[in-house]
């Protein structure tokens, strides 16, 4: 099931309809993206894809222009950037795509890091900008602990945020040892702490 929200746009003759469908887990975050370009604008993108020209989208060049794709978007939780990795790549037949009815799907997934229990999602896709129609939608996530709450997207869709909550999630402690700071050095600190608490709590003594 989809959660939608915000205007359907129809596909155009002279856009690039790029659709994205998020997926969200508890600790990756999945995507697929259906590239549709119009018939006025399939010789930009053929050009692009079809690199060496020869009328043949090769393996190599499927895998150039999926890479092309990830590079052009921006995936982030919590304000930490995350790595797309890619997932697979299929193309249709070039006569398909100079019809207006091939459709390349592109599937990504990254692994997200631990977080609290209020999360954000930032999604960010600049391909093709000059050409593209952007939708973005979130599938309702198959694990109940994950809450989906709201849904933002600017005007043309290329940026979208979730904000979703996850049961069982503990939130950050407001004290943080330094990430450098090893066991050792850690369990010194810790009875140096101690030791002072101590030593505060007793009375002075004057010699």
Not at 28 to 45: C, H, K, N, S
Not at 63 to 92: C, E, K
Not at 151 to 170: F, I, K, M, P
């Amino acid at each position: 099931m989809i959660l939608a929200s915000g205007p359907l746009r129809a596909h155009r003759l002279d856009e690039y309809l790029q659709g994205t469908l998020i997926s969200i887990e508890k600790n990756r975050v999945q995507a697929q993206i259906a590239l549709t370009p119009g018939v006025a604008v399939y010789p930009i993108l053929l050009a692009v894809i079809d690199a060496d020209h020869d009328g043949v989208i090769s393996e190599s060049e499927k895998r150039a222009y999926a890479g092309r794709v990830l590079h052009d978007l921006s995936l982030s939780i919590d304000g930490r950037s995350l790595t797309p990795r890619l997932l697979s790549a299929q193309f249709p037949a070039i006569e398909d795509i100079k019809e207006g009815r091939g459709e390349i799907r592109i599937e990504f997934e990254s692994d997200l890091p631990g977080g609290g229990p209020s999360r954000k999602l930032l999604l960010q896709n600049r391909h093709q900008s000059r050409i593209a129609a952007y939708q973005v939608n979130c599938l309702v996530p198959r694990d109940s602990d994950i809450k989906v709450v709201a849904q933002r997207r600017n005007y043309t869709q290329s940026s979208y945020e979730l904000d979703y909550t996850q049961a069982g999630a503990v939130s950050s402690p407001l004290l943080r040892w330094p990430s450098g700071l090893n066991a050792p050095a850690l369990a010194i600190a810790l009875l140096l702490i101690a030791r002072l608490g101590f030593l505060w709590r007793s009375p002075a003594r004057y010699f």
